[in-house]
């Protein structure tokens, strides 16, 4: 009898220890709709940026980010007239500069910024003047999350970050950078990738994020391959979504996952009522042709819209390619970034 | 004959200098790709990793973003 309630109460135990999460699992092949969007293009007073591959707005400043910046990595226009204002971000070996940007998120009047090859989080606030960011907090993360590629703010304590180990898919951070708790599984069918090569199957699925608190919808895009994964943290659901180019496709050599089948998508936003990514869907063997004839087409020339419950809803053909989107759903209007062109913003308008 | 000799040089450099820079934007990327090429013994075989030009996929050896990841011995 003692034995069977030690049983039970070590069930018990289990039980609330596991997060009970309902998965659902979807494919696509097209999408109920499909509209073309012509750009016009946001004038900037200034060329600084070389790589724009994130654009976030916040009332009336909108901050872009370069990817291969040459001297700073974070340049803040006003908005809606993309006058400059300043730049921050300093690229450099100081404590105080950055080795690498990844990805930048508003938090209220600051913004945090990622820098993965220093593993660390930096937290930015407006001068008194509110023309400049200056850095307030650095957040060093710790040794047990492997490279951090993207992250989000799932409140004003806790981060975000999707796991590079391949033992799960998402970090839970606090605000000393200490890892408090993993979510989740690659939702990947290669058997033989998830049995012996976790660290390459976690490259390859190394997925763009977004978190919208108001809904509690947690997205994730793959950067390789076609598969868009919903996390509702509020109702603990989960959907994975898979497009016509499926999952990641990769080769295991010397431990890392080297891509061989095509860029997928290169940003994703959840709004209140849908979930916006940007779609490449190019192989790289035609990159790799149109680098040898010096043809430079980077970037999605589509916009996916989904449901938050990861259902398609809406395919949006673009006259330009894009990277990073910010899209404001009450004014219709997506704004997006343009690496291959000198002037590197464009809106579409899609009401 | 110095003179002549002088001439065919100043000729040559002048030929040499034109031809670089009406390929030089033709060429760019290539340059670039040339530039960024990074190399690695992998840690389990004889093959290499090769990172090529600048873009958005994480290196995995130098953790630079770039264009295309490739493999090969």
Known sequence: MKTLINILLLLLLLAACTTVTHEDKLSYT?????????ASTQSLDTALVRYPFRIRVQGDKAIVMDLH?????????????????????????????????????????????????????????????SDSLLRQEAVNLDKDILRALDFVMYDDSTFIIPDYSGDNRLCWVNRQGKLLRKLGEIPSTNEDALKNSRPALAQAWRSFIDYNPRNGVLAAVTQLGEVLEVYNLKDSTYVVCCGPNGEPKFQVSGGYGIPTG??????????????????????????????????????GKYIYVFSLKG???????????VYGISVDEQKGVILATDVNKDEPIVEYKFN | MRKKILFASLFLVTIATV????HSRKNDL?????????????????????????????CPVTHVKVEIVRYGS
């Open chain 1, 30 to 38: 097209d999408f109920p709709e499909t509209k073309e969007l012509s």
């Open chain 1, 69 to 129: 910046g040459t001297d700073y990595y974070f340049h803040l226009f006003h908005y809606p007239d993309f006058c400059y204002q300043s730049s921050f971000g300093k690229l450099g070996d100081s404590p105080e500069e950055m080795l690498s940007a990844e990805n930048i998120r508003w938090s209220g009047q600051s913004l945090w910024a990622l820098d993965a090859n220093k593993s660390e989080l930096n937290r930015y606030g407006f001068n008194l003047s």
């Open chain 1, 262 to 299: 095509i860029m997928g998508f290169s940003d994703v936003q959840v709004t209140d009522n849908a979930i916006y990514a940007v779609f490449q869907g190019r192989s790289f063997k035609e990159i790799a042709q149109n680098a040898q004839q010096g043809i430079q087409l980077d970037g």
């Open chain 1, 311 to 321: 259902e398609p809803l809406q395919k949006y053909i673009l006259d330009n390619y």
């Open chain 2, 19 to 22: 031809t670089f820079y009406s």
């Open chain 2, 30 to 58: 290539s340059n670039l790709m040339l530039e960024n090429i990074e190399a690695l013994a992998s840690r389990e075989s004889g093959s290499m990793t090769y990172c090529f030009g600048s873009g958005s996929v994480d």
